[in-house]
């Protein structure tokens, strides 16, 4: 299994998320309506995963301690739209080293997050704020998203949209995406060349009168 190192991080950010997503053979990409808050957030850490209930944050609160560094919050909320998360929360992240947030929920103070630069990945955006009553679960598996989500799991995001990748498939799901990256590098430079996308595509067949 692949260590989590600053420059694995680094190559999954400049890979992106559509490129390992394809590499990967995984059906691992999120509901795509879980978008970035600011455009350029980009995330590329450990899953640490936790479920509050429906309008609820006390389990956010709780990962603040149990999280490891270097760790993205995935939020289980039900889909339930609040916010849960803002500027307090926000600030108390980046003191814990916590690396983002994506969300099935809500959050709000987005000025106050795009202006910090912190990495948000969230259904909605929501005034509503939220009680702390109840904690369903706190650094276990879980699904999200139809998936099922353990801790230590590739969480990569950005303006294309998130995809979780499962720990003992991030260093092959790696190696398949720069072998990819590669040769789309060298499609690129043939076309800036004059070659077509029918010709490298294997698609010529389909041009008129062929």
Not at 7 to 17: D, E, F, I, P, Y
Not at 119 to 146: D, H, N
Not at 158 to 172: F, K, L, N
């Amino acid at each position: 299994m692949m260590t989590l190192t600053a420059n694995v991080t680094a190559r999954c950010k400049q890979l992106g998320s559509s490129t390992l997503y394809e590499a990967s053979g995984l059906p691992c990409s999120v509901d795509p309506d879980i978008r970035s808050i600011w455009a350029g957030a980009a995330i590329a850490a450990p899953a640490f995963p936790l479920v509050c209930s429906p309008g609820d944050n006390l389990s956010i609160h709780l990962a603040m301690e149990r999280a490891p560094r270097g760790s993205v919050l995935v939020v289980g909320t039900s889909n339930f739209v609040a916010g849960y998360w803002g500027e307090v929360l926000t600030v108390a992240a980046e003191a814990a080293g916590i690396a983002g947030l994506v969300i099935d929920g809500g959050v709000r103070d987005v000025a106050a997050m795009t202006r910090r630069q912190f990495p948000v990945f969230t259904r909605g955006v929501s005034v509503r704020g939220t009680i702390k009553a109840s904690s369903p679960s706190v650094g276990q598996t879980m699904y999200f998203g139809g998936m099922l989500i353990h801790a230590g799991d590739l969480v990569v995001a950005d303006d294309d949209g998130v995809i979780i990748i499962p720990a003992g498939d991030i260093e092959r799901t790696i190696a398949t995406a720069e072998a990819r990256a590669s040769k789309e590098a060298d499609m690129m430079k043939q076309l800036s060349q004059g070659a077509t996308t029918l010709d490298l595509l294997g698609l010529s067949a389909w041009r008129t009168g062929s």
